[in-house]
């Protein structure tokens, strides 16, 4: 089955900066791979997705790349913010199964 | 606020008791996704109803199983509870179809078995 892996673990950056996290996916039959946003008692929002068939898609301050050779895609958050501290998830399915496998998450601080 | 809806918000049960929680899927969606998330992990696939049957399954034991019932809303239940399942339960409802993959995720029920 599908395992997808992601890193860091935990990241800080200072307000104003960009912040980068990767994740790779083992199963090539992946076709969605979206983001979560995971804030403290609450649960994952939906903050971007991409499918295979396109290599970017950006969101104003977020994007993510897919690279489907490689099989890994990226979270970019520019121009940082206080409010965007939270855990980050990535995920991997196929678009025809229901088994939507998730990374271990980031913690993502932003100072001020 | 994606409009899902999760009871209770805590529960404290002792290891062999049996649990059930609750989702109400926002309005629209059809299906119903339960998910397990270990502290510090990522949230697991256990199963997922569409039409009132379960239309996928993740590797959990048939101690965890489930319920949809018409009006969309869905039951998680698990019997003989043990330590280890103890954890954040987190349903999501999404639309059978083109997107069906979107997940919409509750704020989900925190259980502590003991």
């Known amino acids: 089955g599908e395992n997808v892996e992601q890193h860091p673990s935990t990241l800080s950056v200072q307000e104003g900066d960009s912040a980068v996290i990767k994740c790779t996916y083992s199963?090539?039959?992946?076709?969605?791979f979206p983001w979560y946003k995971q804030e403290l008692g609450k649960g994952p929002q939906l903050i971007i997705d991409?499918?295979?068939?396109?290599g970017e898609k950006k969101d104003q301050r977020i994007a993510v790349t897919l690279n489907k050779t490689a099989k890994h895609f990226s979270l970019h958050i520019t121009e940082t913010q206080p409010e965007d501290s939270a855990v980050y998830f990535c995920a991997a399915s196929r678009m025809d199964n229901n088994d939507m496998r998730f990374g271990a998450g980031t913690r993502l601080t932003v100072k001020p | 606020e994606t409009g899902v809806t999760q009871s209770p918000t805590h529960l404290i049960k002792t290891r062999g008791q049996q649990v059930t929680l609750r989702c109400s899927s926002q309005?629209?969606?059809?299906?119903v996704s339960w998910y397990q998330q270990a502290l510090g992990q990522g949230p697991q696939f256990i199963f997922q109803y569409y039409r009132e049957e379960e239309n996928g399954r993740g590797n959990f034991p048939p101690r965890f199983s489930g319920l949809q019932f018409p009006n969309y809303s869905s039951e998680l239940n698990v019997n003989a509870l043990e330590l280890d399942d103890s954890a954040l339960y987190l349903c999501?409802?999404?639309?059978?179809?083109?997107?069906?993959?979107?997940?919409?995720f509750g704020s989900g029920t925190q259980l502590s078995v003991l």
């Open positions: 199963d090539s039959a992946s076709n969605y």
């Open positions: 309005s629209g969606h059809n299906t």
């Open positions: 991409i499918r295979s068939n396109v």
């Open positions: 999501a409802s999404s639309l059978a179809g083109t997107g069906r993959e979107k997940l919409f």
